[in-house]
């Protein structure tokens, strides 16, 4: 009698090695320490995408297919933009403080940029622009060249960064959903992981 021998193969799961959960945001102290190894390696275009990332508080779908008309519709980069959301399919606004606008300015200007051009093209042949699994790729550079440890961050952690820090100066819901073009207030708090202790510590200091 010939005895049949199955083999079982488990496939390999997807999020082997990959922290679960929400991507970190970056604090403060991580941001310039970016910002000073952009600056020192004269890294213009990652310049450029580091801050508009943090300003825009974009998914990263939309931030690799920004144009420079999107930014600069008269030439110069505006201080407040309207993107619309892919996801959403609604518009999203946001600002461009001082550093990103000079930032982006100079990226535009060294690339030699038409104003109907992708902000951030690709230098893989066929690709208009950054894909999202670049820009990926770039955002663990940066967190990896300051000494953190990559998995915990990722492209969703540009777009927490600014409404985190935001959240914790003002405990404002509604301004942070405004921001992160949420339709429903619950996606805002789960994003943001806004628990038990934050609104108790809120209560706490109200004095009635």
């Known amino acids: 009698m010939k005895t049949t021998s199955t083999i079982t193969r488990r496939a390999t799961p997807w999020n082997k090695g990959k922290l679960p959960g929400q991507k970190a945001p970056l604090r403060l102290r991580d941001i310039w320490a970016i910002r000073v190894r952009l600056e020192l390696a004269k890294r213009m275009r990652d310049m450029a995408l580091f801050n508009l990332a943090l300003d825009s508080k974009l998914r990263a ?32 606004r946001f600002e461009i403080t001082e550093p990103t606008r000079t930032a982006v300015a100079a990226w535009a200007a060294q690339a030699s940029l038409k104003p109907a051009a992708y902000l951030f093209p690709s230098r893989i042949q066929g690709s208009p622009h950054l ?10 550079g940066w967190v990896a060249g300051i ?30 959903q405004l921001l992160l073009g949420h339709t429903k207030l619950e996606s805002t708090v789960r994003y943001l992981g806004v628990e038990v202790g934050d609104a108790l510590e809120i209560s706490e200091q109200i004095e009635i």
């Open 131 to 140: 894909s999202t699994r670049q820009y990926s790729r770039i955002v663990h």
């Open 147 to 176: 000494g953190l440890e990559s998995a915990t961050y990722g492209t969703h952690s540009m777009r927490r960064t600014k409404v985190t820090l935001i959240y914790r100066q003002t405990r404002n819901l509604r301004a942070i």
């Open 61 to 92: 779908c939309d931030l690799v297919k920004i144009r420079l008309s999107d930014i600069a519709p008269n030439g110069l980069v505006a201080s407040r933009a309207t993107v619309m959301q892919q996801k959403t399919r609604k518009p999203v």
